[in-house]
């Protein structure tokens, strides 16, 4: 019912937001399974990070930033709340895995890097379902 009365003007940013989430997703599950994998696809997993889930993170927070600066939900709404964290301490988590996954590329010898990025995606794949969850089914 409330997709019935949304002004036509948050369409564009919604949509950016929604966009940015589904890659990021995607783009971290796809991280997660090469990660752990042999050398090539530890290539692959770090050019992943590089190139679609950081720009994927930044579409979707400032697109989600720019729709809730036109939405005004309440304060105390808490997907909003559950969003705001998996995004902002997301970003630590992402930066600290791409240059995991940059270590894991550089030394294909040593095997911890590649379990520790797959692990780590793997983590922040689980809190992007939760704020996923949460987006879609605004909990308070």
Same mark, same amino acid.
């Given at each position: 019912?409330?997709?019935?009365? =949304?002004?036509?003007?948050?369409?564009?940013? /919604?949509?950016?937001?929604?966009?940015?989430?589904?890659?990021?997703?995607?783009?971290?599950?796809?991280?997660?399974?090469?990660?752990? =994998?042999?050398?090539? /696809?530890?290539?692959?997993?770090?050019?992943?990070?590089?190139?679609?889930?950081?720009?994927?993170?930044?579409? @979707? =927070?400032?697109?989600?930033?720019?729709?809730?600066?036109?939405?005004?939900?309440?304060?105390?709404?808490?997907?909003?709340?559950?969003?705001?964290?998996?995004?902002?301490?997301?970003?630590?988590?992402?930066?600290?895995?791409?240059?995991?996954?940059?270590?894991?590329?550089?030394?294909?010898? =040593?095997?911890?890097?590649?379990?520790?990025?797959?692990?780590?995606?793997?983590?922040?794949?689980?809190?992007?379902?939760?704020?996923?969850?949460? @987006?879609?089914?605004?909990?308070?």
């Amino acid at each position: 019912m409330v997709a019935l009365v =949304r002004p036509e003007s948050w369409n564009f940013p /919604l949509f950016l937001h929604v966009l940015g989430a589904m890659v990021l997703v995607g783009a971290v599950a796809a991280t997660a399974i090469a990660a752990g =994998r042999g050398t090539v /696809l530890r290539g692959i997993a770090f050019r992943t990070m590089l190139f679609l889930v950081l720009p994927a993170w930044v579409l @979707m =927070r400032l697109a989600g930033q720019w729709i809730d600066s036109r939405e005004n939900p309440s304060d105390d709404a808490t997907w909003v709340g559950i969003g705001f964290v998996v995004g902002d301490a997301g970003l630590v988590v992402l930066i600290g895995t791409a240059v995991l996954a940059w270590w894991a590329y550089r030394h294909p010898e =040593r095997s911890w890097p590649g379990r520790a990025v797959a692990g780590l995606a793997s983590l922040y794949l689980v809190a992007l379902l939760v704020a996923m969850w949460a @987006m879609t089914t605004k909990p308070d």
